[in-house]
C-alpha cells in the first residue's frame, strides 16, 4: 500500500484585538470584520480539500476556524509564545533587546515566559501527530505556532524568525512519509487583507 503525504494547512486567526499590547497567552478576541479575507481563507481551505481541522484553544482562533465555518477540537500545545511579564503591556513600552542575532532572540525568555525555541519544541510534536493522522488537516493558531512549524520543517529554528506571518494567512506543509516536511507555500493570504 502505497502511503501520501500528509498536508497540514496552517491558518494565523483573523487580526487580534489586542489593544495596542502584547497578547501571546493573552487571550483576546479576533476582527472578523474582513469579509472578503474570510471568504478568500473559506475557499483557499476548501480548495486544498481540508478533511478536519484543530485549533489552538485562544478565542481568536477558535473563533477564526467558526468564521469559516468549522468547530474543531482544541489541542493547548498550539497556544502563541507565553510571553510571562510582558503580556498586556504596550508595545511601544516593550523593551529593546537591541540587536540580537537570531540563535540569541530564539533563546531569549522573556521574564515568567518562553523563549521561541521552547515554543517550538512544545508545537513539533503537536504537529506530528497531527500529520500522523493523515490527510488534509486546517491547524487554526498563532503567528508563533507558524514560525514553529516551519522551523520543524527546516529542522532549525532560528531561521524560522525571519518569515512573515499575516493575519488569516496560510502556510502549507507536508509531512512524507517516513519523516520529513516540505514546505509548500508561506503566508499566503488575501491581497486586500489587513496586517
Known sequence: MRMTAARLMVIRHAPALHGGRMAGRRDVAADLSDAMALG???????????ERAVSSPARRCVATAAALGWTPPTDARLWEQDFGAWEGVAFAELPDLGPLEAVALAAHRPPGGESFAELCHRVAPALNDIAAQGGCVAV??????????????????????????????LTELRALPGGGWSIARVNHHHAGGGA
Open 40 to 50: 478568500w481563507a473559506r475557499a483557499a481551505l476548501a480548495h486544498a480539500g481540508v
Open 140 to 169: 487554526f493558531a498563532h503567528a508563533g505556532v507558524v514560525r514553529a512549524a516551519l522551523a520543524l520543517a527546516l529542522g532549525a529554528v532560528p531561521p524560522a524568525l525571519a518569515f512573515e506571518v499575516a493575519p488569516l494567512s
